[in-house]
């Protein structure tokens, strides 16, 4: 789906505060390491992963999607009311029900006029979020929407390390399991509206999507528990990408030498070396976090792009591509210019 009047009028990150490094990890796990003979430091030196971020205790999602949300509607300076939707797109959440969204659009206080709802998607979300309120401001639906996500990983942590510390854990299930000590926390929220209304405003031009849910079981995660297979889903999410990247360049006319920055979800240095590499990237149009964030899931693309605006790399008329995988699989390619 290709946009023509849709506009980023807000855009923000919240990092959570508190840095967990992977040696207070590995110094915990050490009797299972020793234990198992794992002498590879998988989160540092495979993933990259030098440390991530967490939440003070206490934190709920919808507390971290507020806090991004009120950030994100101050930049856009309107007047909360005039939010026609708002979609919250963390695969955490505060309970199986009500909605997440339903607490943060109680938290802002918004109209009874706008919609709410959750999109689970993995890591995939926030680009279906922009696609969905996307869409109903280019039908002429609603005006303005909010796109929310606050990602608490917390929980994860401390379940993932008390069972991989148990004496009957195997080299197997510490395997599949270690995925989960990549992530990390974190908020971001997005304004977007119709174009007429923020002139001069970057503009969302929309993208596309590609799925291979034949690979549904590669990753498969509650909130305190997450079973991966890594190889494969490296593989084939990449396969994927490549079938999206090629419908990318017809849909929007990409060319990677013409693009000014690369969005790209933060998994691992051994993930995002394989986009680079496969795509033809130039290294340093892609601002990497995962090395002191981790993977923070769907909020990772919004961080970032948030990031380069508050580092000044992103100019007027710049063209910035965003890239997402989601476990599933389903991949997503979508286009900003700034």
Not at 251 to 257: I, P, Y
Request: aromatic residues 6%; hydrophobic residues 45%; proline residues 3%.
């Amino acid at each position: 789906m290709l946009f023509q009047h849709v506009a980023i009028a807000g855009l923000a990150h919240v990092d959570a505060p508190r840095r967990l490094s992977s040696d207070e990890i590995n110094a915990r796990l050490k009797p299972t390491l020793d234990r198992l003979g794992i002498k590879t430091d998988v989160l540092k030196d495979v993933a990259g992963i030098h440390a991530r971020r967490l939440w003070d205790e206490g934190m709920l999602a919808s507390d971290a999607a507020t806090l991004a949300a009120v950030k994100a509607l101050a930049d856009a300076g309107i007047d909360p009311n005039k939010v026609g939707l708002l979609v919250n797109t963390s695969v955490s959440r505060d309970f199986l029900e009500p909605s997440t969204a339903s607490i943060v659009s109680g938290n802002l206080g918004l109209s009874d006029m706008c919609q709410n709802f959750d999109v689970a998607n993995a890591c995939l979300a926030f680009l279906n979020g922009m696609d969905i309120a996307s869409r109903m401001i280019e039908r002429g639906e609603i005006d303005y929407a909010l796109v929310v996500d606050g990602e608490t990983a917390d929980l994860a942590y401390e379940r993932t390390v008390e069972r991989l510390l148990r004496a009957e854990t195997t080299a197997e299930e510490f395997k599949n399991e270690v995925a989960t000590l990549t992530l990390g926390s974190g908020a971001a929220a997005m304004v977007l509206a119709r174009a007429e209304l923020v002139p001069g405003a970057p503009r969302y031009k929309g993208g596309v999507t590609r799925a291979a849910t034949e690979w549904n079981k590669l990753c498969r995660g509650n909130l305190d528990r997450m079973v991966t297979d890594t190889r494969m889903l490296l593989i084939e999410g990449l396969k994927l990408a490549q079938k999206t990247w090629a419908a990318a360049k017809i849909a929007l006319g990409w060319v990677a030498d013409e693009m000014d920055e690369f969005v790209i979800h933060q998994v691992s240095q051994v993930h995002t070396a394989a986009f680079v590499k496969a795509f033809g990237i130039n290294p340093k149009k892609v601002l990497t976090i995962f090395n002191e964030h981790g993977n923070i899931g769907p909020a990772s693309v919004p961080i970032v792009l948030s990031k380069l605006r508050e580092m000044g790399r992103l100019k007027k008329g710049s063209r910035i591509a965003l890239l997402g995988i989601g476990s599933g699989l389903n991949c997503s390619m979508a286009e900003v210019v700034w």
